[in-house]
């Protein structure tokens, strides 16, 4: 009996050991790189035939809806400076470097008929400038930055501009050949919550609850219809393509069922609803039902969350080679009452109340750092969506941007890359690169220069926008080498 016993505490302590550790080591294929995006460090807003689009509109027509009235008309002029951000991004010994393509460069109209050469030439100058440095391009075809021209027309409302994207991306992928991994589209719900529901993003539309669905059902469609295009008529491309979506975990603020349901209701609404129709098929069943729910309860004839059909379903299921995937934070999150009837939001449809623990630490713009809530994000997706191939194609902490020895951003690293670790060896997830937001400090949307996410600082009052490495380049470069998380 007692060596029964025995046998089994011993055979528990050996799995507890086993399953509490990971083995600290990154696979040696394992991508590790960083990441760009045009508005947010190109600048050149109208220089060599570019065209105006709503980021340039937004910062221009209302700079008070910007921190210190910021703009991207320099950022940190990326246009005329890419060779040397292609080599500070080799010289931290990175596999790959993943950067935007602005849509009005290639296309000024926003439509196909007149293709800007200049524009073009620009991206086959970078993409051979990173595989001149033995690096992968990951190219997105589109991180938010829509024409103006067609958002005059609706723009993510208007279901014409699935075609008007797929012409556009037509166009990208047949001119840069040598792009490794293509994202479609980066952050839909970025795109349409802040977008066309809040209205605080570019470009500017209050539409909480309707308009932002409509986005969701478009986005869905068009990287559906761009992937589908990339298959058809590109056969010879080796790149994998997907879609990025952005993942913030939601924890239950109890163990209480409402609160439970409330966190996986909020888990559905922010990431199921942008990844469900491409992993699975269709919305996810509570955000059909409970926005079905409401909308009665708000006296509509119909849910304001546009139905697919079979058809569409089938088409836009399985449109993905991996997942791409964003992640910073984490929130609380609770049951709400029933809001008033009288209006409709996202918000209202959520019906929950979002926290954060006093006693997690912050970024200097807010964000919550959790790196357990990545790897319960991570977990969730697991299960949810069958344990896609994962791409981290972004994660990062803001700063003030005072000091160059950046030890809070070192930490976050390495706390995160430790719970993407057991995500690994632990949970068994098939995660294959980690890209770092961001390569350099840039133009971050709302809040302007004021939060600085960058491996290397960018002083934006030197016309020459010098970039000077911090002390996580260091960090970086030493991960990039051993596929270790360094001791610093
Ligand atoms: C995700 C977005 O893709 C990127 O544009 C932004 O700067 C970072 N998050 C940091 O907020």
């Keep these: 009996m007692v060596l029964i016993k025995r046998f089994i505490l011993f055979t528990i302590s050996v799995s507890l050991c086993v399953s509490a550790e990971n083995n600290g080591t990154f696979p040696k294929d394992f991508l590790f790189g960083a990441a760009s995006s045009s508005y947010q460090v190109e600048g050149a807003w109208n220089e060599d035939g570019k065209g105006e689009n709503i980021w340039d509109r937004m910062t221009?027509?209302?700079?008070?809806?910007?921190?210190?009235?910021d703009n991207g008309d320099v950022a940190c002029d990326s246009y005329h400076k890419y060779k040397e951000d292609v080599s500070i991004a080799a010289d931290l010994g990175l596999k790959h470097y993943r950067f935007s393509i602005s849509w009005t460069r290639i296309l000024p109209s926003g439509y196909d008929n007149y293709v800007n050469q200049k524009g073009i030439l620009y991206y086959q100058n970078l993409i051979e400038e990173i595989l001149k440095h033995k690096m992968i391009p990951v190219?997105?075809?589109?991180?938010?930055?829509?024409?103006?021209?067609?958002?005059?027309?609706?723009?993510?409302?208007?279901?014409?501009?699935?075609?008007?994207?797929?012409?556009?991306?037509?166009?990208?992928?047949?001119?840069?050949?040598?792009?490794?991994?293509?994202?479609?589209?980066?952050?839909?719900?970025?795109?349409?919550?802040?977008?066309?529901?809040?209205?605080?993003?570019?470009?500017?539309?209050?539409?909480?609850?309707?308009?932002?669905?409509?986005?969701?059902?478009?986005?869905?469609?068009?990287?559906?219809?761009?992937?589908?295009?990339?298959?058809?008529?590109?056969?010879?491309?080796?790149?994998?393509?997907?879609?990025?979506?952005?993942?913030?975990?939601?924890?239950?603020?109890?163990?209480?069922?409402k609160d439970v349901e409330a966190a996986e209701r909020r888990n559905q609404f922010e990431f199921g609803l942008y990844a469900?129709?491409?992993?699975?098929?269709?919305?996810?069943?509570?955000?059909?039902d409970r926005i079905a729910e409401r909308s009665a309860l708000e006296n509509y004839s119909e849910s304001r969350l546009p139905i697919f059909t079979r058809e569409e379903i089938d088409y836009i299921n399985g449109t993905f080679d991996f997942l791409g995937f964003n992640t910073y934070w984490t929130l609380l999150v609770a049951n709400a009452k029933e809001a008033s009837i009288k209006s409709s939001s996202y918000k209202n449809d959520v019906r929950a109340v979002i926290t954060k623990d006093p006693k997690w630490k912050l970024g200097s713009n807010g964000n919550t750092i959790v790196p357990w809530g990545v790897r319960k994000m991570l977990q969730w997706i697991q299960k949810t969506y069958n344990n896609p191939d994962i791409f981290i194609t972004e994660c990062g902490v803001s700063d003030d941007g005072t000091s160059l020895d950046d030890d809070d951003r070192i930490s976050f690293y390495t706390d995160y890359l430790d719970a993407i670790l057991d995500a690994m060896y632990i949970d068994g997830m098939?995660?294959?690169?980690?890209?770092?937001?961001?390569?350099?400090?840039?133009?971050?949307?709302?809040?302007?220069?004021?939060?600085?996410?960058?491996?290397?600082?960018?002083?934006?009052?030197?016309?020459?926008?010098?970039?000077?490495?911090?002390?996580?380049?260091?960090?970086?470069r030493k991960l990039a080498k051993t596929h270790r998380i360094p001791q610093v």
């Design 430 to 476: 098939r995660i294959f690169g980690f890209t770092a937001w961001s390569l350099m400090d840039n133009f971050e949307w709302t809040g302007g220069y004021s939060y600085h996410f960058g491996l290397y600082h960018v002083n934006f009052s030197d016309p020459q926008r010098t970039r000077t490495p911090k002390k996580s380049t260091i960090f970086f």
């Design 276 to 288: 469900n129709p491409i992993l699975n098929g269709d919305w996810p069943e509570v955000v059909i």
């Design 60 to 69: 221009h027509a209302h700079p008070e809806s910007i921190m210190n009235r």
């Design 139 to 257: 190219a997105t075809i589109y991180h938010w930055d829509l024409p103006q021209s067609l958002q005059d027309i609706g723009g993510w409302t208007n279901p014409l501009l699935v075609n008007h994207f797929v012409n556009y991306a037509r166009i990208v992928i047949k001119n840069f050949k040598n792009v490794g991994y293509w994202i479609t589209i980066n952050e839909p719900k970025q795109v349409c919550v802040r977008g066309y529901g809040a209205g605080d993003f570019a470009p500017g539309i209050k539409g909480s609850g309707i308009a932002n669905y409509l986005c969701a059902y478009l986005i869905a469609k068009c990287h559906a219809a761009t992937y589908h295009m990339y298959k058809d008529e590109f056969p010879h491309y080796k790149a994998k393509m997907s879609i990025t979506l952005d993942g913030e975990w939601s924890e239950p603020a109890s163990n209480k069922k």
